[in-house]
C-alpha cells in the first residue's frame, strides 16, 4: 500500500517511475487511469496541465502526453482519462494492459492551458469529446476551493453515453449554484430520455446557455473544427480574444486564411547537413525536414509524443548552427537560451550539429 501524503512528504520529483493504482471505466472508449508514485509523493502542478507517459510496447517505448484529469487540490495522485479511438495504438495499448501495479515513466507536468493561479473570474469552459479533460481538472479545482465558483461548462458529445465525466460533473453542480453545466449532443439514443440540446454548438446555444459570456474568461478543448467554430462564433460577437484559450490534442490544421507564419519559412530546394554527434551520424537533408524526420528515417530513435511542439518530450540540445523552430508552448524560452530545441518543430539551416 502506498503511503499517503503528510506534512514532510517531499514533492513527485519527475524521475521516479508513476504506479497505475486504479482504472476506471468512463464510457464506452474512454477510461480513466489513476496513478501514485510508489514512495508517496505529492504532486504539484496547475489545473489543466498535462503529463506524458512513456508506454512499455513490445515494439519500443511509446510516449503519448494526456491531460491530467484530477485537480491539483488532490495532490496524492493524478488521473489521465483515455479515449481508445478505431485502430489507434497508444491508447489501445493501455485500454487492453494497463492494470493496477503496473508502473510507467512520466514526464511533466507541463502546459500553458491552466487556470491562473488565483482563479476568482467568471468562466466559460466549452469541451468536446475527450476535450473535456482538462475542463473536469479545472472545474473540480474550483469546486474543491470551498466557495461557490462561477461557470458555465458546455460539454459536447456524439451521443449522450459518450458524455465523459457527466456524473461527476452533475453532482458538483448539485452541491453548489455556481456551476451551470449544459451538455450538447449531436444525436440522442433510442429508449433514453434527453433534456440537452441536440445538434452542433452554435451562436444560439451560446446566448441560450450563457447569455454573460462577454464577461467570462473562455477555456475550450475538442477537435480542431469544435474550437474553429468556436472561435468563429466568439469573433463574431465581438468577444475579446484575449481571454479566449484553448488546448489541441492533434497537429494544428492550416487553413488558407490563416495568418502567414511570423518570420520567413524554410527554402524546401535548400540543402542542410545534421551532424547527430553522438550516434556519430551525418546526414543531408532538405532545410524543410523537420530533425525528429531526419533521424527517423536515419534509424536513429529520438523519443517523441504529439509531434508539433506542445508536449516537450523531443527536446533536444542543439551543439552549433541555426534552426528554425516554430513550437505550440513546448519548451520555454530559458531552455531555448540554453540551446535546446525541440526536434519536431525544428528545421536545420546550413550544417546543424545535436547531441543525440
Ligand atoms: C496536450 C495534449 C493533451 C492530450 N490529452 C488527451 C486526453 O486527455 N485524453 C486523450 O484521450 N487524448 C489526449 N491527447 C491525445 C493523445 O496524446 C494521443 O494523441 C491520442 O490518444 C492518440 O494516440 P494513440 O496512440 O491512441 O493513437 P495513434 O496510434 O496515434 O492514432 C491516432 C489516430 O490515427 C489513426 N491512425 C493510426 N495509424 C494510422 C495509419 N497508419 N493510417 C491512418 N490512420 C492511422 C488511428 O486510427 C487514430 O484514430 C492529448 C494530446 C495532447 C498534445
Ligand atoms: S514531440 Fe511533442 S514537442 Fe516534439
Request: hydrophobic content about 35%; overall charge negative; glycine content about 10%.
Amino acid at each position: 500500500m502506498i503511503p499517503l501524503p503528510n506534512e514532510t512528504t517531499p514533492r513527485w520529483d519527475g524521475v521516479e517511475p508513476l504506479e497505475c493504482v486504479m482504472v476506471v471505466p468512463e464510457t464506452a472508449d474512454v477510461k480513466t487511469f489513476v496513478f501514485r508514485p510508489p514512495s508517496g509523493a505529492v504532486f504539484v502542478f496547475r489545473a489543466g496541465q498535462f503529463v506524458t507517459l512513456e508506454l512499455p510496447l513490445p515494439g519500443g517505448p511509446l510516449h503519448r502526453t494526456y491531460t491530467i484529469s484530477s485537480a491539483p487540490i488532490s495532490n496524492a495522485y493524478i488521473s489521465v482519462t483515455v479515449k481508445a479511438q478505431p485502430g489507434s495504438v497508444g491508447g489501445r495499448w493501455m485500454h487492453d494492459n494497463l492494470r493496477p501495479g503496473m508502473r510507467l515513466r512520466v514526464t511533466g507536468p507541463g502546459g500553458l492551458f491552466h487556470l491562473p493561479r488565483h482563479p476568482d473570474g467568471k468562466y466559460l469552459f466549452i469541451g468536446a469529446g475527450s476535450g473535456i479533460t482538462p475542463l473536469m481538472s479545472m472545474t473540480t479545482t474550483l469546486f474543491e476551493r470551498g466557495e461557490d465558483p462561477d461557470v458555465s461548462l458546455v460539454a459536447c458529445a456524439r451521443k449522450p453515453s459518450d458524455l465523459i465525466f457527466r456524473k461527476r460533473l452533475e453532482y458538483m453542480a448539485s452541491r453548489v449554484g455556481g456551476l451551470k453545466l449544459h451538455f450538447v449532443v449531436d444525436q440522442d439514443e433510442p429508449f433514453e430520455v434527453w433534456t440537452g440540446y441536440r445538434g452542433r454548438f452554435n451562436q444560439l446555444m451560446l446566448g441560450l446557455t450563457t447569455p454573460d459570456y462577454l464577461e467570462r474568461d473562455v477555456y475550450c478543448c475538442g477537435p480542431e473544427p469544435f474550437m474553429r467554430a468556436v472561435r468563429e462564433t466568439l469573433q463574431s460577437l465581438g468577444y475579446d480574444m484575449a481571454r479566449y484559450h484553448q488546448e489541441t490534442f492533434t497537429a494544428p490544421v492550416e487553413h488558407a486564411d490563416d495568418p502567414p507564419p511570423p518570420d520567413v519559412a524554410p527554402d524546401p530546394a535548400a540543402v542542410a547537413e545534421l551532424i547527430f554527434a553522438r550516434s556519430g551520424r551525418t546526414v543531408s537533408c532538405s532545410q524543410t525536414d523537420t530533425i525528429l524526420q531526419v533521424a527517423k528515417t536515419s534509424g536513429l530513435n529520438l523519443p517523441s509524443g504529439c509531434t508539433f511542439g506542445v508536449c516537450g518530450t523531443c527536446k533536444i540540445r542543439k551543439a552549433s548552427g541555426e534552426v528554425h523552430m516554430v513550437h505550440n508552448g513546448g519548451i520555454s524560452d530559458e531552455d531555448i537560451a540554453e540551446g535546446w530545441i525541440l526536434a519536431c518543430c525544428s528545421r536545420p539551416i546550413g550544417q546543424v550539429e545535436i547531441e543525440a
